[in-house]
């Protein structure tokens, strides 16, 4: 019997489900678990940079029969990836099945954020890890030099790299972004994911608000935890945002300190359900 995680992934959505989901990876190591993302660069990310051991591309949601055994355990972060009809044959398929955003919520952070670390710089930018529809890429274009230093984008387009660089301080690599978001006081973001991940670095998040997606996931979090963020009338130029950071910053609200989730239950019904599947494969084994 094998655990197996999935997340929605893709340079047009981004990597947020597959950093809360390298979170709970983390958590669940003893049980050997497989991460499963839609784009094969997330699970190659993942194992990279996000402290994951097992990770495949599997294309969609859909396609994990194929990977899977029935009877085996999934946690999945799909972003309504899985229609109710799906959800159903999946939990019929699965002896335990966990979803976020129902039992297993969003503000999950990986624990490598609640190491802190010196600051190391005072500002930094990271839209995003996806600029599909070059909004980010438009801003930029359309402004004036940004004294900050730049977070690169996992999926952004690198005909945009030359244009985009000569427009900040400095560009931090991918690779980067760890250390980046533990090490910068204050950082702006498009990110509600990078927002909390900030916050259990010890550090201050700013929100700013993309204007080329209608949904943007999770956004009670910025309430729950004080975030402050960037109005809509702000966000017309990168000028204009980073103007309106530098006010917040100057009187940073205190915001909700994150403590980590506990999910000592799942831990438990997983545990119980592996130590079950070991007393009856023999029996299984022997019918073969």
Request: aromatic letters at 12%.
């Amino acid at each position: 019997m094998q655990l197996y995680l999935y997340g929605k992934s893709g340079h047009n959505f981004g990597l947020e489900n597959i950093r809360r989901l390298s979170a709970i990876y983390d958590m669940l190591k003893e049980f050997d678990p497989i991460l499963c993302t839609a784009d094969y660069r997330a699970a190659t990310y993942a194992k990279q940079y996000l402290q994951v051991d097992k990770g495949v591309g599997v294309d969609v949601i859909g396609n994990l029969p194929h990977a899977m055994e029935r009877g085996d355990m999934l946690i999945f972060d799909d972003s309504k990836e899985a229609s109710p009809t799906m959800k159903s044959h999946m939990d019929d398929f699965c002896t335990n099945l966990y979803e976020f955003g129902k039992d297993i919520p969003f503000d999950i952070v990986h624990n490598q954020y609640f190491n802190h670390t010196d600051i190391k710089h005072q500002k930094a930018i990271f839209f995003s890890d996806d600029d599909y529809s070059n909004y980010f890429f438009n801003l930029v274009k359309n402004s004036s030099k940004i004294d900050m230093p730049l977070i690169w984008g996992h999926y952004f387009f690198l005909k945009n790299e030359d244009l985009i660089r000569s427009k900040f301080s400095e560009i931090f690599e991918e690779d980067d972004y760890v250390d980046m978001i533990k090490s910068t006081k204050y950082l702006l973001t498009s990110s509600v994911n990078s927002c909390l991940e900030s916050i259990a670095s010890g550090n201050n998040p700013v929100y700013f608000k993309r204007l080329d997606k209608e949904l943007i996931e999770n956004i009670e979090l910025l309430e729950k935890y004080n975030i402050p963020t960037i109005s809509e009338e702000k966000l017309d130029s990168l000028e204009n945002i980073v103007a309106e950071f530098e006010k917040i910053i100057q009187n940073y609200p205190e915001t909700k300190a994150i403590k980590q989730i506990d999910i000592s239950r799942m831990k438990e019904e997983i545990a119980k359900t592996t130590k079950l599947f070991e007393t009856i494969k023999p029996s299984l084994e022997y019918k073969l």
